[in-house]
């Protein structure tokens, strides 16, 4: 385990790590906030306006699921930068607690076998003393080494989060570049709507002149032919009245003559009757 008791720079850089928010990113995160404002405040209308701009509704959603999805990427991307960022730090901090240890153990052993030599023989203290002293330099050298390796170390994650903060910066660019593009294109999709529902009306009005036209001829056309028709329900009837009255006279007429010839041959029977009615008196008054 690494003992940040001797560092407490490195301690206070790794606690930032876990808990500090960038200011470009909350920057960032502030600019979604405020793109997401007004995209709700101007599709915030009423029913009728936003069952005219449906489409471009859909077109807002569509753009602020992109804007969400590039914020998530975003954000996944800093948290990997910052994940690499840790493991690189955690690396270059077991470095050091390795080496740390490596020197620990060594002046240990080197202080038990200064006190071994000490006690054994003092002919050979000098030349213990002058080996020890060798190995220390060495180890000496090898924790500069390693210090260089954890310096360097450093300075790459340096300039990896610097690079990160410009990339950063150039995104927020990006991003109010595109924030401004959509404002303009916004700007003139409202021009064409108004234009377009300026053609709408008009086209509406003539419609209604024409429709109100047509109800008039075809108020006209209906009364025209009640009139035709009530004229020739008139001209049927009276060629009606004269067919019966026709019919009727043929019928009094047959029946007259049907009564003449019937009282013609009535009389011409009874004179008949007559005469011979006559002769037979006449035949008997001669007997």
Excluded at 1 to 16: F, G, L, R, V, W
Excluded at 245 to 252: N, W
């Amino acid at each position: 385990m690494y003992n940040t008791q001797h560092h407490p720079e490195s301690e206070a850089k790794i606690t930032a790590v876990y808990d500090d928010r960038s200011l470009t990113m909350l920057n960032m995160l502030a600019s979604f906030d405020k793109l997401r404002t007004i995209m709700q405040k101007k599709l915030t209308t009423s029913v009728e306006e936003d069952a005219s701009v449906s489409e471009h509704y859909n077109e807002v959603c569509k753009r602020e699921a992109r804007a969400l999805k590039e914020k998530q990427t975003l954000e996944q991307q800093l948290r990997l930068d910052r994940r690499e960022r840790l493991n690189t730090q955690l690396a270059a901090k077991n470095t050091h607690a390795k080496a740390q240890a490596e020197l620990d153990e060594s002046q240990a052993e080197i202080q038990r076998r200064n006190i071994d030599v000490e006690a054994q023989a003092t002919a050979n203290r000098s030349q213990d003393v002058q080996y020890y002293a060798d190995q220390q330099a060495l180890l000496q050298k090898q924790l500069a080494e390693l210090t260089l390796r954890a310096q360097k170390f450093g300075a790459e994650s340096l300039e990896a989060s610097e690079g990160l903060r410009k990339k950063r910066l150039k995104l927020h660019q990006e991003v109010e570049v595109w924030i401004q593009k959509y404002d303009e294109e916004m700007g003139a999709a409202e021009m064409t709507y108004q234009e377009e529902l300026a053609q709408t009306q008009q086209v509406a009005e003539e419609l209604r002149q024409c429709t109100e036209e047509h109800d008039s001829m075809l108020h006209d056309r209906l009364e025209h032919e009640d009139r035709l028709r009530k004229a020739e329900d008139e001209w049927r009837a009276k060629q009606a009245a004269e067919v019966m009255s026709r019919r009727a006279a043929r019928i009094i007429q047959k029946s007259w003559h049907a009564y003449k010839v019937k009282a013609d041959a009535e009389k011409k029977k009874a004179a008949t009757a007559d005469k011979k009615k006559g002769k037979g008196s006449a035949k008997a008054k001669k007997k």
